[in-house]
């Protein structure tokens, strides 16, 4: 069973407007939630997080938004560019154990 | 942050052979991990690799299967034994190391293994 999901596959988002990445999770003990970028050939790079005890970080044009009821998360990228064409992994964090989801790719268009 | 390599980078072999990964960190760390990501599947964790003792595995990971080596806290080594082709995948190696909030993982760029 898949504790933490991302269900859209791919993403296609015009340069410049807003990127929002959406990740569900079903339990509720995680106490962090972080998100991962992938370039192919590469690890995935940390790219933000946030404690389960706030609803919002923001870090340069990156956000993350935690809806505890809705167990749900999501990064906002904006303004989108091209160097964010990637893979985005949503993850979360129990008893020092990170779990992924499938990620999502996203791709900038020009 | 830690500087990450992983050797080989990727490797095409043969059902029932085995292969060793390596991973080597630019500093010492404590924690250091595997991972495996099959196509179309999220990254698992298979195991912790601790300095001076044996592995910590994951729920359907053993030992046998994939031996780990922890000589020190630079390095380590991931063997897939006796392989199948539902073992091609993308092996990752990660560290750990003390961020501001909270402890970052920083990961390999990954050994891409295709089993025939």
């Known amino acids: 069973d898949q504790q933490v999901k991302q269900n859209s596959p791919s993403l296609s988002v015009q340069e410049g407007r807003i990127s929002i990445l959406n990740c569900d999770y079903t339990?509720?003990?995680?106490?962090?939630f972080l998100w991962y970028k992938k370039y192919p050939a590469e690890g995935p790079t940390f790219l933000i997080s946030?404690?389960?005890?706030?609803d919002k970080n923001e870090d340069g044009r990156f956000t993350v938004f935690l809806n505890k009821s809705a167990k749900h998360l999501s990064l906002h990228i904006v303004p989108s560019q091209p160097g964010d064409s990637a893979v985005y992994f949503c993850?979360?964090?129990?008893?020092?154990?990170?779990?992924f989801g499938k990620g999502t790719r996203l791709h900038i268009l020009p | 942050s830690a500087v990450i390599s992983q050797k080989p980078s990727r490797d095409i072999c043969q059902r029932g052979t085995s292969l060793t990964i390596q991973c080597q960190v630019d500093s010492q760390v404590t924690m250091m991990f595997w991972y495996r990501q099959q196509p179309g599947q999220s990254l698992t964790l298979i195991a912790t690799?601790?300095?001076?003792?044996?592995?910590?595995?994951e729920s359907g990971f053993v030992i046998d299967k994939f031996p780990i080596s922890r000589p020190n806290l630079t390095f380590s080594t991931l063997t897939v034994s006796n392989m199948s082709p539902e073992d091609s995948s993308i092996y990752l190696c990660?560290?750990?190391?003390?961020?501001?909030?909270?402890?970052?993982?920083?990961f390999g760029p990954g050994t891409r293994l295709t089993v025939l």
């Open positions: 946030i404690s389960s005890i706030k």
């Open positions: 990660s560290v750990e190391m003390l961020g501001r909030e909270y402890n970052e993982q920083f």
């Open positions: 993850a979360a964090s129990k008893d020092d154990k990170i779990i």
């Open positions: 339990n509720s003990m995680f106490d962090y």
């Open positions: 690799a601790n300095q001076g003792s044996e592995a910590t595995y």
